[in-house]
């Protein structure tokens, strides 16, 4: 700032309005660009007409015409040297800009800024494909267990099924096999042979298991010599 302070604080009287200090490293930043800003886009009021060496004296034109020539190459000289002057002071600026301790600053805390702000992004992205990847997971898993606890439902449903087919079938040989010794007629060898067609697990045929056991029982307690007029009783 000691160096280049002077510097701008000499150029600025050529400028058409007032042009802002450099300050110091206190000053914030907001007003740093500011100023560099403002000075980038300074208009000089300064005329190089009169102060270039080279420059035709006027009065020293022999006619018109040649004093109009004098004129356009005074102003091309003067144009000249004043985009010259544009130059040389955003030359001034730009290396200032450049070395500019708080500039640099900036930019590195822009740099910081981005890169963080990208990093952030990334995590977002690793977090929601961790997510997705941790509930797929979870979906799979609760699927196998799903399945599973089917497969353990249905294997004990179809056992306890074929227990009850199994009881069935002992129910029904258990009747057959107490009317068998009573030496029943026909019509009631038909009729126990009709109750084990109709018996069923669930009775949804008229006639249930337990009807069919406590037949059997009562059927095997009669004697041989009063099991048939008893069974045809029971039967009927």
């Known amino acids: 700032f000691t160096t280049w302070a002077p510097v701008f604080e000499r150029n600025a009287r050529w400028s058409t309005t007032s042009m802002p200090k450099m300050g110091n490293m206190d000053t914030p930043i907001e007003q740093v660009l500011e100023m560099y800003d403002a000075w980038f886009n300074m208009e000089s009021w300064r005329d190089f007409t009169m102060e270039c060496d080279d420059a035709f004296d006027l009065e020293e034109a022999s006619c018109r015409e040649e004093r109009r020539w004098m004129e356009r190459q005074n102003k091309k000289m003067g144009e000249k040297m004043k985009k010259d002057e544009k130059n040389r002071i955003n030359m001034m600026i730009e290396t200032a800009h450049k070395w500019d301790?708080?500039?640099?600053?900036?930019?590195?805390?822009?740099?910081?800024?981005?890169?963080?702000?990208?990093q952030a992004r990334f995590a977002d992205v690793r977090k929601a494909q961790e997510d997705m990847q941790r509930k797929a997971e979870e979906e799979a898993a609760a699927k196998k267990k799903a399945e599973e606890e089917e497969a353990v439902r249905k294997k004990a449903e179809k056992e306890v099924k074929e227990a009850a087919k199994k009881q069935l079938r002992k129910a029904k040989k258990g009747l057959r096999d107490a009317a068998e010794p009573l030496s029943l007629d026909d019509a009631v060898q038909a009729k126990v042979a009709?109750?084990?067609?109709?018996?069923?697990?669930?009775?949804?045929?008229?006639?249930?298991?337990?009807?069919?056991?406590?037949?059997?029982?009562?059927?095997?307690?009669?004697?041989?010599?009063?099991?048939?007029?008893?069974?045809?009783?029971?039967?009927r």
Do not use: W
């Open 194 to 235: 009709a109750i084990c067609e109709a018996c069923t697990i669930t009775g949804e045929g008229g006639v249930t298991m337990e009807q069919v056991v406590e037949l059997s029982e009562k059927l095997a307690a009669l004697s041989t010599d009063d099991g048939k007029g008893g069974a045809d009783d029971l039967i």
């Open 101 to 118: 301790p708080r500039i640099i600053n900036y930019r590195e805390n822009l740099k910081n800024a981005k890169k963080a702000a990208k």
